[in-house]
């Protein structure tokens, strides 16, 4: 699915296009350039022209100025990033701004503004004083309270020559090598950056159009034309758009399924599905100038340039790839963390979680680290964790050893831990600095050997500005590392009119308690709360009973224990009891039924896996249960 789906988000992308078009191979003759603000003044002087601007403002004592001042006074590049993140390339400076955050990277060093870039009548404001001086700019006042930045030229080094930006002299495709993509590269189309490699997105110099390109994973078999429009028909049947138009186009140098849509805010887009070496891709083609489904037919020509497939012995084509070794890197801006990860897998960088696709995962914590805490003692209480989520059978502990990440002193303990069928290998890299402590946990299947060199690559290329989150950052708590089990929040729900108290180290899958359903995971468990107004009590006890019975005689390793009559919340309510066997893994599973005097139905899930059945674990889900309460 297309990552851009609201008209706002494609107006910042249209608007920053018009201030970067001619980003490349821009030069200024003169030696000093000079622009001159007032703050509540649309007239600006840039290198001697008197222009007009949308007039800079002053926000907790932060002069704030429209983005294009940057590139027009000082020429500077500038490119749209993964959603509201912008990039200023001036030299060798390089600086990300997001709009509503006030955490900004320079040149890798993250720095806190004390106003956030906004939009302010369709344009990018941004923070004066600390991009100026980022990119080698002098600020000054003078009196009446004009503000001058002046900015030596000399001292700048040519983006071309360090090596920083690739150049675009004689590149006539772009696309991605690792993908297996290539598209014809016109002057005018300017590359975006998702922070996602299976996806490239581009806007054009006139501001007329944005453009995604997405690479499917890879399929055992290969796509039929009716694949390839389904494949289309479901994003937009998705992404809640009108289809206008559709047709499969065979006799095309690479034959592709295309629709045209309009969405809810009323952009209309040419979507187009190709297959090529074992993969599906996906184009997404927006217009803010499209009236008709027929108006779109102009940018056929550039679409049609589209191809599966990358010649590495081409040197025409500007590969986006930056894949090395089978590696790719990938930053979380929140907490200055950078890391190489293999690039077939999935980064969910807010949430700092990764995974491949054969069971490996890593994730990173980052929390306070209390008075007193040493790596030894932490590992300990890390240890205590495992007692009290799995059974003494289904964990071994491997040791720790010091070792160095990120450029300081840490410790890394080894475990092996089981559901039941498959044993997995863990790595807990242990990091305190700067009154933070930091967790990298990797787990990989035991039997995979290639794990270990991805572990290493993976730790070798760690990074953490330790000294930027000590500067922003305050007090941190991460419930990952929480020793007591027993510690819950209270959960409401205006909608259908309950309360839950859910444990604090559960984590939360779905927690919409004004939709129909929450659900909750835990070390080998799941806890599921759902409501209906609709559903029959009875009648869905009798279909349970039913179904439960019927799967006791036919299905192997599933066994109906019970059916209990139990007080719940003040109303009868029917337990099913069920030990079943999931994919070789032993569990146990309730499900409760119950409704309330307006005749709602409420229906209770748990599962817990037989290794993590231990007391601590049984408890909390026990108090969860018995913890709901109706209110009026």
Do not use: C
Request: charged share 20%; aromatic share 10%; net charge negative.
């Amino acid at each position: 699915m297309k990552i851009v789906q609201k008209t706002s988000v494609i107006l910042l992308s249209l608007a920053l296009t018009l201030v970067a078009s001619g980003v490349y191979n821009v030069a200024y003759a003169a030696e000093v350039q000079e622009l001159r603000i007032k703050v509540g003044s649309q007239n600006a002087e840039i290198n001697g022209s008197t222009q007009t601007i949308i007039q800079p403002y002053q926000t907790h004592g932060v002069t704030m100025v429209p983005l294009s001042v940057f590139k027009k006074a000082f020429g500077a590049d500038i490119k749209l990033g993964d959603g509201n993140t912008v990039t200023i390339l001036k030299g060798k400076h390089s600086i990300a701004l997001t709009l509503g955050s006030p955490v900004i990277w320079v040149d890798g060093h993250k720095l806190r503004s004390e106003a956030a870039p906004a939009m302010l009548h369709n344009t990018f404001m941004a923070p004066l004083r600390i991009v100026a001086s980022s990119i080698g700019a002098k600020v000054s006042t003078e009196e009446g309270g004009q503000i001058i930045v002046r900015l030596d030229t000399q001292e700048v080094a040519d983006p071309a020559d360090d090596g920083s930006i690739d150049s675009d002299t004689g590149k006539t495709r772009i696309g991605n090598s690792y993908y297996g993509w290539t598209m014809q590269y016109p002057s005018g189309l300017i590359p975006g950056n998702s922070g996602d490699e299976s996806m490239a997105t581009f806007s054009d110099s006139e501001g007329t159009y944005y453009l995604e390109v997405h690479a499917g994973s890879r399929m055992s078999e290969t796509a039929d034309a009716d694949t390839l429009m389904d494949t289309l028909l479901t994003s937009a049947k998705n992404s809640g758009e009108t289809v206008l138009d559709q047709q499969v186009v065979t006799r095309a140098k690479v034959p592709y399924a295309r629709i045209v849509t309009t969405d809810k805010d009323g952009s209309m887009w040419q979507e187009r599905a190709y297959y090529g070496g074992g993969r599906i891709y996906t184009l997404y083609l927006a217009s803010q100038t499209a009236k008709t489904y027929k108006d779109l037919r102009k940018y056929d020509a550039l679409l049609d340039t589209f191809e599966p497939g990358f010649d590495l012995a081409d040197k025409s084509v500007k590969d986006l790839s930056k894949v090395k070794n089978g590696m790719t890197e990938t930053y979380n801006d929140d907490y200055g963390i950078s890391l190489q990860i293999p690039a077939e897998w999935t980064a969910d960088n807010s949430h700092r979680v990764f995974t491949g696709k054969n069971g490996e995962s890593l994730s990173i914590h980052v929390a306070s680290a209390p008075a007193g805490l040493t790596l030894d003692s932490w590992a300990t209480q890390l240890q205590e964790q495992y007692k009290r989520t799995f059974l003494p059978d289904a964990y071994k502990w491997g040791g720790a050893t010091q070792i160095e990440a990120a450029g300081e002193k840490a410790l890394l303990q080894r475990a092996e831990y089981t559901y039941g069928s498959r044993w997995y290998q863990e790595k807990q890299v242990m990091l305190i600095n700067g009154g933070y402590r930091y967790l990298l946990d990797y787990s990989a299947p035991r039997e995979l050997e290639a794990g270990a060199e991805h572990y290493q690559d993976i730790l070798a290329s760690l990074d953490i500005d330790f000294e930027g989150n000590t500067e922003i950052l305050g007090n941190l708590e991460d419930y990952h590392f929480l020793l007591d089990t027993t510690r819950s929040v209270l959960k409401a729900s205006n909608s259908y009119q309950y309360t839950v108290s859910i444990p604090l180290y559960w984590t939360a899958v779905n927690e919409r308690y004004e939709q129909s359903q929450t659900e909750y995971q835990f070390p080998g468990g799941s806890f599921k709360l759902e409501a209906s107004s609709s559903n029959d009590l009875d009648l869905t006890v009798w279909q349970l009973r039913s179904y439960y019975n019927e799967a006791t005689k036919s299905a192997k390793d599933f066994t109906l224990q019970g059916i209990d009559n139990v007080t719940l919340a003040g109303a009868p309510a029917t337990v099913f009891r069920i030990h079943q066997t999931v994919n070789g893994t032993g569990q146990s599973k309730q499900v409760i039924l119950f409704s309330d005097s307006g005749g709602q139905v409420y229906q209770i899930t748990t599962t817990l896996n037989d290794t993590n059945s231990t007391s601590e674990q049984k408890a909390a889900l026990e108090k969860a249960i018995q913890s709901f309460k109706k209110v009026k």
